[in-house]
């Protein structure tokens, strides 16, 4: 493991160039949940809870949408180490079209439906009122978010990972100052409770994307738009994004509904109120502990995808992968700290009292920051593997196949059957909703050990 972690100076920071951004743009977003999370929980607990669940399903859709911007990020990336420009404009065509498309239906259906939608994720009157109230707001701004990280995503695989820190910091400050403005009537203006918080979303999501038609306009010097090419991608490039961009797109909204899935099972459980309250808390705090495992991941891809389109053997392909790998496990373990210090110094002092939830809820959020020290060791590894080396590398399908198998034929059944059948208590289904990341990551591991995942999928001519 150390010799693979010898690399030169130069590779690590290149790495840091690329990861430090996107971690501070993961931080940001993450930082945004909180902030909704913090100001809407001391409106009180079922406020708290209507947001989770709303934003279960809008989870969904924004990893549907990732997943089409990740499927065309597979051949921005390589394309970006040949610099052929007009075949990135073609592809990012393609990724405006389909998440354009998908976004306003998704949209649409909320907007018109949003107590039935919303009744998927729990039983709960009382949440299903709060989560269909903040959703039927927020609808829109599903489709201006969808477009703007299309475009953030194909300038990070040019190697430009500042811009989308700079967009979604701009957006997470826009949203927490008229969260405090709409949620508490601020500055002469009416407080709006739960709706004034999805006011506030709502128009970030328009800075979000004045920000990136400003700057794709007048200063976008790594991939300025070809218009014909953005317009008319062409049947090869449409083909190719298909047969590649499909599996990206059905691994992620498969692991998006399947994690939704977990959610929709607290939601049914006795003492339901109680556990997704505590469920709201951990995740929000679980996605700032993740950060550094997206990072990493996410500027591994952007690394190892360039050095195909380059050219490079695959033996030194699979070398950067090792090294690239073993760095994960080194970010998973420090990064475990942060759950374990935060159980043990700030749950009680602070953040419980923050959010004013029961004794119950602070027991459950107790035994679910515990398990995260194990979660999040496990979850930096399988990032990488998944989204880093092998969906960087080219070979989607076993990505694909690797992130939803365990899920699916595993841990969502194992849960439901404890939860429904058993009556089990929530520490026992909690624990086998991780099981599936630990057994992604021994199994993961074991399949890159034949390093055969390294796939040039760029054209020499369009």
């Not at 500042?162 to 967009?167: I, P, Q, R």
């Not at 909703?433 to 055969?452: N, T």
């Amino acid at each position: 493991m150390l010799k693979t972690l010898r690399r030169p100076s130069g590779e690590y920071k290149a790495l840091l160039a690329l990861m430090i951004p996107i971690i501070l743009q993961n931080l940001a977003s993450s930082s945004l949940g909180l902030a909704d999370t913090l100001m809407v929980g001391i409106l009180g607990q079922n406020e708290l809870g209507g947001l989770n669940q709303a934003n279960t399903v809008f989870f969904v859709l924004q990893l549907f949408t990732f997943g089409i911007q990740s499927g065309g990020s597979v051949l921005i990336g390589q394309y970006w180490g040949k610099r052929d420009i007009g075949a990135i404009n073609r592809v990012m065509g393609m990724s405006f079209y389909l998440s354009f498309a998908v976004s306003m239906i998704a949209a649409t259906a909320i907007f018109l439906f949003p107590e039935q939608i919303m009744s998927f994720t729990t039983n709960d009157p009382a949440l299903i009122d709060c989560a269909a109230r903040y959703s039927r707001i927020v609808a829109y701004s599903f489709v201006l978010n969808s477009l703007s990280m299309v475009y953030v995503g194909a300038q990070r695989n040019a190697e430009n990972s500042g811009l989308g820190m700079a967009v979604l910091i701009t957006s997470m400050a826009t949203n927490v100052f008229l969260n405090w403005v709409l949620i508490f009537g601020k500055l002469g203006a009416p407080a709006m409770g739960l709706e004034g918080a999805a006011v506030a979303t709502f128009i970030s999501r328009v800075v979000e994307i004045v920000m990136v038609a400003v700057y794709a306009i007048f200063f976008d010097r790594k991939i300025p738009f070809m218009v014909k090419k953005l317009l008319c991608p062409g049947k090869v490039i449409a083909a190719d994004y298909i047969r590649y961009a499909t599996p990206v797109v059905i691994n992620e909204t498969l692991w998006s509904f399947g994690y939704s899935m977990y959610a929709v099972v607290f939601g049914h459980m006795h003492g339901a109120a109680d556990i997704v309250a505590a469920y709201s808390v951990i995740g929000s705090l679980e996605r700032i502990m993740l950060v550094f495992c997206n990072g990493v991941g996410t500027a591994a891809a952007v690394i190892i995808s360039r050095d195909i389109g380059e050219g490079r053997s695959r033996e030194d392909v699979v070398a950067t992968g090792n090294w690239l790998l073993n760095l994960s496990l080194i970010t998973g373990l420090f990064t475990a700290l942060l759950p374990f210090a935060t159980e043990r110094l700030l749950l009680d002092s602070l953040i419980f009292k923050v959010f004013e939830v029961t004794p119950a809820a602070m027991e459950i959020g107790h035994m679910m920051m515990l398990f995260t020290v194990i979660k999040v060791i496990v979850k930096t590894y399988n990032y990488m593997v998944i989204v880093g080396v092998l969906r960087g590398g080219g070979n989607v399908k076993m990505a694909a196949v690797l992130d939803i198998i365990f899920m699916y034929l595993w841990s969502i059944p194992a849960c439901m059957i404890a939860a429904f059948v058993f009556n089990a208590p929530i520490t026992v289904v909690f624990l086998l909703s991780m099981s599936e990341d630990v057994i992604k990551a021994i199994v993961g591991g074991l399949l890159l050990r034949r390093g055969d995942w390294v796939r040039n999928l760029t054209r020499d001519e369009l």
